[in-house]
């Protein structure tokens, strides 16, 4: 088994997959995947594949809806402050947010017709 093969599997394959080594560990229904696959790849001696500093971090719609949230806070403030330097680029910002959640969205139709 490897590193691949862990994180296709769902939560409950996991826990039956570590339901299988009762002695090595323990309070396997209280644990998320992130923890299954870890203890499993450690108790199975498969390495886990190392993630490079260059790969893109994914982020999730809400989390991208609350930085814009935060943002417009700001933009609001920056308004009434009449400080156009920082405005123009915290409406660059929302603006790249904006885009990114499009594209989320557009892989998410896209895999949903597949």
């Given at each position: 088994m490897e590193w691949k093969e862990l994180e296709k599997m769902t939560v409950t394959k996991l826990r039956e997959e570590a339901l299988k080594h009762p002695d090595q560990l323990k309070g396997v229904h209280a644990r998320s995947k992130a923890q299954l696959m870890n203890e499993l790849a450690a108790v199975l001696g498969i390495q886990?594949?190392?993630?490079?500093?260059?790969?893109?971090v994914v982020h999730t719609k809400d989390s991208l809806k609350q930085r814009i949230r935060e943002l417009k806070a700001q933009r609001d403030r920056l308004i009434e402050e009449h400080n156009s330097?920082?405005?123009?680029?915290?409406?660059?910002?929302i603006h790249h947010l904006k885009r990114e959640i499009r594209k989320i969205e557009r892989a998410d139709l896209?895999?949903?017709?597949?």
């Open positions: 886990k594949p190392q993630v490079s500093f260059a790969e893109k330097g920082e405005l123009k680029t915290v409406r660059r910002q896209g895999r949903s017709k597949a």
